[in-house]
């Protein structure tokens, strides 16, 4: 158990090129706390599932919690503003059956001075955000958007704010992953490059006279690195979302890999002396960001002081927020709760994105099962998923409907179609070319399978050998040979990129949501007792 003096080792640290004596009370001081990737956490969550069912010291965050650290720190600061970098949508049932109303309503109690967007905040589309977006009490921002197209997003969004505070002019601006484009479903919506939008904001932004510029970027660490080396001549501060990353000082508290220091400092390419700030807090409520900086004059930053948060259960949670999350639990409970089977072993998610996992086989043969029940076709079926479908873990014992929404939130149609073993084997390469990790390969898109057994190669892309079930054996798969393909509908009209799959396959058959798909599939199964069988091998 942490003590709240000491859930972040305070790092005290002067820029290089500033000499270490700096008197504090001669320069502008700017708190700065920040959140990101909510991702729904209105309950207590753990660093395996998204609800804490445990009531032990494995549960982390949560609304409450993380409502009362943000008021604490507020009450404490000098002089503070409060950011969310996105993705507050999705990723547990909260979402999935209550949707932008609790979001809206929860979000709107934290005196947040601006916010930018996720690209989950697209999952339902332009219509599903609209109304989040009208009531929200903060601004929120997004340069690299353009909506024009879009006319039920007109003036609910700004390029960036400026806000006055104790006489200095701050400007933020914010920006979106392009990856929306094809993760989510923005409509109509475009996305421009955020670096050449970011520079020209800030530019403009500097034009202006505005005394600090800080990004709120929803577009992962590597991209706020790299925006802060190559244009950040006039930025000062990003904070940022979407990779889910953590800096921290030290030894990680949760056990998750750390990606840096907090803060990480980042000097600027084409202005010598002049570094940027990096921050970013994790994701799913489990930290708390919290940095103060120091400015002179000129506005050039001379000092900081670093403490994130690690939101566990030394910290309370408000117990006003608790009453009012409570009515809206007993609603979900009433649905989420029922017992639809068992499974004898805690079925992991992380793995699933380097190699075979037990929970990728049970929902892979889920799907393919699903489709011989319901298409009658004499061509054999494979079914297929991605890593990044699977949001979530179920943990050893029973399983419940509310485990099966968290692992599958995006209500995601299911379809069958046939397709050609040459685009399989194109859908399967594609799935080594983007990664979180390039060694060893740990990836979004890493294949989980039923129905065939699979060799990737993530040193060089390649696939093979590739062998699929055919009459109670596997034979190597042909190129021109159609084959019965199952897979989320999303990927058959060319999510991510799969355009093979869209412009091949023919005699597209709708099977049903994947999460109710999947709760018939546990119940027939049951007791689920889970033993992988070598179908996928990953070679680094």
């Not at 109303?101 to 947040?112: D, H, I």
């Not at 034009?207 to 930025?235: Q, R, W």
């Not at 979900?332 to 380097?354: F, R, Y």
């Not at 509908?489 to 597209?508: P, W, Y």
Request: aromatic letters at 8%; proline letters at 6%.
């Amino acid at each position: 158990m942490f003590d709240r003096a000491c859930v972040g080792f305070i790092l005290c640290v002067c820029v290089a090129f500033v000499n270490n004596a700096v008197i504090k009370n001669d320069l502008y001081q700017l708190d700065i706390v920040h959140f990101n990737d909510f991702h729904d956490r209105f309950e207590e969550t753990t660093v395996q599932f998204p609800v804490c069912k445990s009531d032990d010291d494995q549960c982390l965050g949560g609304f409450a919690r993380l409502y009362y650290e943000i008021n604490t720190l507020l009450k404490e600061k000098q002089n503070p503003l409060l950011l969310n970098a996105g993705d507050v949508f999705q990723g547990t049932y909260w979402y999935t059956l209550l949707k932008w109303e609790v979001e809206q309503n929860f979000m709107n109690m934290l005196p947040v001075d601006a916010s930018a967007l996720g690209n989950h905040e697209f999952d339902d589309g332009p219509a599903g955000l609209a109304p989040y977006l009208a009531g929200l009490r903060s601004p929120v921002i997004a340069a690299n958007l353009d909506a024009s197209n879009e006319p039920s997003l007109d003036g609910l969004y700004k390029p960036h704010v400026v806000i006055e505070k104790k006489g200095r002019r701050i400007g933020i601006i914010g920006l979106i992953t392009t990856e929306t484009a094809n993760s989510s479903n923005p409509g109509n919506v475009t996305f421009l490059d955020p670096i050449e939008t970011v520079k020209k904001e800030a530019q403009q932004l500097t034009d202006e006279g505005v005394d600090i510029i800080i990004v709120l970027s929803h577009c992962g660490l590597p991209l706020d690195i790299k925006i802060a080396k190559e244009v950040g001549e006039n930025i000062d501060i990003i904070v940022g979302g979407h990779s889910h990353s953590l800096l921290w000082n030290g030894d990680s508290p949760s056990k998750e890999d750390i990606s840096g220091p907090y803060p990480e400092l980042v000097p600027t390419e084409n202005k010598p002396g002049h570094s940027v700030v990096v921050v970013t807090a994790s994701a799913f409520s489990k930290y708390l960001g919290n940095i103060t900086t120091y400015f002179d004059d000129n506005g050039d930053l001379q000092h900081f002081e670093a403490s994130p948060i690690f939101l566990n259960r030394s910290i309370p949670e408000d117990p006003e927020i608790k009453a009012l999350l409570k009515p809206y639990k007993a609603k979900l409970d009433g649905i989420v709760n029922e017992v639809v089977g068992t499974t004898s072993e805690d079925l992991l998610g992380p793995p699933c994105g380097a190699r075979e996992c037990a929970l990728g086989d049970l929902v892979a043969d889920a799907l393919r099962a699903k489709a011989m029940e319901k298409v009658n076709s004499t061509l054999p079926h494979v079914a297929f998923i991605q890593r990044n479908m699977l949001r979530g873990s179920i943990s050893k014992g029973d399983v419940s409907r509310g485990a099966i929404i968290n692992l599958l939130p995006f209500t995601n149609k299911v379809s069958t179609v046939e397709l050609q073993g040459k685009y399989i084997l194109e859908a399967l390469r594609k799935c080594l070319t983007v990664n979180w990790v390039p060694k060893p390969f740990t990836g979004p898109w890493m294949p989980q399978i039923a129905g065939m057994k699979v060799t990737l190669n993530t040193t060089d892309g390649t696939v093979g050998p590739v062998l699929v079930e055919e009459d109670d054996q596997y034979l190597p798969i042909e190129e021109e040979k159609y084959y019965q393909f199952t897979t989320m509908h999303f990927l058959i009209q060319g999510g991510n990129g799969f355009t093979m799959i869209k412009d091949n396959a023919r005699n597209i058959s709708n099977l049903g949501i994947d999460s109710k798909l999947m709760e018939s599939y546990i119940r027939e199964v049951t007791p689920i007792t889970p033993k992988l069988d070598n179908r996928l091998t990953v070679l680094s």
